[in-house]
Structure formats: C-alpha cells, structure tokens
C-alpha cells in the first residue's frame, strides 16, 4: 500500500497551469527528500523537480526551469508542484517520492531507482 498521495492532475490547454499536491500517510513526510517524476507512455521515469528534507535546496531538469516550482509545507507535511505555462511534451503520469539519503539532490533527481517510496500517481494532460 502506498505511503504517499498526490492529487491535482487533470486536463489543461496548452500555457495553462496545475498545481500537483503529495502528502503522507504514515511516513513523516518532513524527514525525506521529495521528488516530483513523470512518466510519458513508452518513456522512462523522470525527475521535473526535487527538494531536499530541509527545503532549502531544489533541482529542476531544464526542461521545466522557469515553468516548474517545487515548495514545500512543512506545517502540513505536503509537497506541493505548481506547473505553469505547461506543453503537450508535460503530459504523463506524475509521481511523487520520497528518499532519505545524504546525496546531493541534484543526483537523486536523475535516479528514480534510488527512490524508497512511491505514490500511485496523477494523470496530467496538456492537450488542446
């Protein structure tokens, strides 16, 4: 059973928004580094955006700089993605991780094998 819960995926016009939110179930979200990865079909498993446990550090691939932000809350132990100015190439299954590591966030981002837990997933489609 999955420890972690995203909500907010959809259908969206091409240079729309959405906002992706990941919280916990049972694991205390505040401890872990957070990634956001998406999967197109046919397409390997990427990270979009990463933040480390503390919030302080951030990785985004250049595919989604300026377009993507990642945040985190920690008074309500969610992760939050706001996606702006989203393309047809953003549609896929996002999900949200979780991993506690002492690699930099940056290298965790690149591998999602190196990721302990796992949400089931949203759907985001970007489609006129």
């Known amino acids: 059973q999955s420890q972690l819960v995203e909500s907010g995926g959809g259908l969206v016009q091409p240079g729309g928004s959405l906002r992706l939110s990941c919280a916990a179930s049972?694991?205390?979200?505040?401890?872990?580094?957070v990634g956001w990865f998406r999967q197109a079909p046919g397409k390997e498993r990427e990270g979009v955006s990463c933040v480390s446990f503390t919030g302080i550090r951030t990785y985004r691939p250049d595919s989604v700089k300026g377009r993507f932000t990642i945040s985190r809350d920690m008074a309500k132990s969610t992760v939050t993605l706001e996606m702006n100015n989203l393309k047809p190439e953003d549609t896929g299954n996002y999900f949200c991780?979780?991993?506690?590591?002492?690699?930099?966030?940056?290298?965790?981002?690149?591998?999602?094998?190196?990721?302990?837990?796992w949400g089931q997933g949203t759907q985001v489609t970007v489609s006129s």
């Open positions: 991780a979780a991993h506690r590591n002492f690699r930099p966030i940056q290298e965790l981002c690149d591998d999602a094998r190196a990721w302990s837990y």
């Open positions: 049972r694991l205390g979200l505040n401890n872990y580094h």
